[in-house]
């Protein structure tokens, strides 16, 4: 992402959102450039061997191999609570016997066999399970979200490991079906997993997600005088249905923070940028272009200012089902909106065709620009559009009074260091005319006594 100089806009290469290594699939920057495939890949390099083969070969159910596998690697990882783990682990598998009547459980399912999210509707999935075909689903969700309750005091990047190998782990039951169908059932098996977790997984104490939260949103306010012109923004807003668009998208980004599940943000990130595109195309009655997306992407940011950006992005991040960062428009979307905060956070005056000096006096509050009303509003009866047409005019006298004082002091200031530097070489022309001696030779001395020379 870049800003050309000859145009000064924004430009935004498509090769930017793809993995680094290549792979095709969206990257992002919490996982330096990588798609999660890729980053988890070359994090697992650096760890010892999983004890995945173990569960397998010791003969142990499918229950034990889908769930162990999770909780296994953990064991490896922190070796002084070994035991802890263990026991817990034990008890895990005792308490999952109860959701099954037997003690046989299909590996994988039978691709015949009816998927309960066909209609994709997470009410008819959770009814769905009460079937003994998929019961073992609820039985793989409930005992994993009981065991995530119990470790609720690990860092936050273990637990993202934790569901993240749980998503892998139920993905090899659906390696039969076609990929739509699996994505739907993962993302029902999300949605089931991360509703109840999210009050211990989201923006945890021990994070530093808080102290960012407010980083942003401070620098999102301090930038609350950035035009559409600024950012070159293809929108015009003296069309009503433009307006209404981008309210929408601001209204959907702002609802980010009240969802739970991963998914259900993504799906706010989805629609606001699909108004993005609309309201694009309603302006210039043509398709955008990625340029043209991202910095009115970045506008509607800046209007939005959502509450706890960096938590809600960090979530998505950890606990999505990750196919659905990697491909189709929800991972472009989620990848743009990264890209966007990323461009807030390192925005400076070149970026917006100004100096330093004047992006400076704009971030000091000693430059402001007064912002026009559409006319598709000015032209409405709601009486407060008035006052603030009126408010406008007021402060845009104000303003320029400011101005004629600023020139003033200005103007002042420079007569007076004139004055000064005229005073100043008056008196160095008269000492070079009576040197200091000849001056004080010619004095005669004091009587103190008379008062006289």
Not at 196 to 213: G, I, R, T
């Amino acid at each position: 992402m870049s800003v050309v100089s000859d145009t000064w806009r924004i430009h935004f290469d498509q090769s930017e959102l793809l993995c680094k290594d290549g792979c095709g699939y969206y990257g992002n920057p919490a996982w330096h450039g990588y798609c999660s495939k890729c980053w988890r890949e070359r994090s697992r390099k650096q760890q010892p061997n999983s004890l995945q083969d173990r569960h397998q070969n010791a003969g142990a159910s499918p229950v034990a191999a889908t769930t162990g596998y999770v909780f296994a690697k953990f064991e490896e990882k922190k070796s002084s609570e070994k035991w802890r783990r263990a026991n817990t682990v034990k008890k895990f598998f005792s308490t999952t016997k109860s959701f099954v009547k037997t003690d046989v459980l299909p590996s994988s399912l039978d691709p015949k066999a009816s998927l309960p999210c066909g209609t994709g509707d997470f009410t008819d999935f959770l009814k769905s399970l009460r079937k003994p075909a998929t019961q073992f689903i609820q039985k793989h969700c409930v005992g994993f979200i009981e065991s995530m309750h119990t470790r609720e005091e690990m860092q936050v990047q273990e637990q993202s490991d934790m569901v993240q190998d749980f998503y892998q782990s139920m993905t090899a039951h659906f390696q039969g079906f076609p990929t739509d169908e699996c994505d739907r059932m993962l993302d029902n098996i999300e949605k089931m997993i991360m509703t109840p977790l999210y009050k211990s997984v989201f923006c945890p104490d021990n994070s530093q997600d808080e102290q960012k939260d407010l980083l942003v949103q401070r620098r999102i306010r301090s930038l609350h005088w950035v035009t559409p012109e600024m950012l070159r923004v293809p929108l015009d807003e003296e069309k009503p249905e433009v307006n209404e668009k981008i309210f929408y998208a601001i209204t959907a980004i702002i609802e980010i923070d009240s969802k739970r599940a991963p998914q259900d943000k993504l799906s706010c990130i989805s629609r606001a940028s699909n108004s993005i595109f609309r309201a694009i195309q309603s302006s210039n009655n043509e398709p955008a272009t990625a340029d043209d997306f991202l910095s009115c992407l970045i506008y509607s940011v800046l209007k939005a200012n959502p509450p706890r950006l960096h938590s809600n992005l960090q979530y998505i991040t950890r606990f999505c089902y990750p196919r659905r960062l990697m491909t189709g428009e929800a991972g472009y979307c989620f990848t743009s909106l990264c890209c966007a905060v990323a461009f807030i956070e390192k925005l400076d005056g070149p970026s917006l065709n100004l100096t330093r000096e004047e992006f400076d006096q704009y971030m000091k509050g000693q430059r402001s620009e007064v912002r026009k009303i559409p006319v598709c509003l000015l032209q409405s009866d709601w009486p407060g559009l008035k006052q603030i047409q009126e408010n406008q005019k007021v402060l845009a006298d104000l303003w320029s009074r400011q101005e004629m004082v600023i020139r003033g002091v200005q103007s002042l200031e420079q007569e007076l260091r004139d004055w000064c530097q005229h005073i100043g070489n008056e008196v160095q022309a008269i000492i070079s005319r009576y040197p200091l001696e000849a001056t004080s030779s010619s004095l005669k001395p004091l009587d103190r006594e008379n008062g006289t020379v």
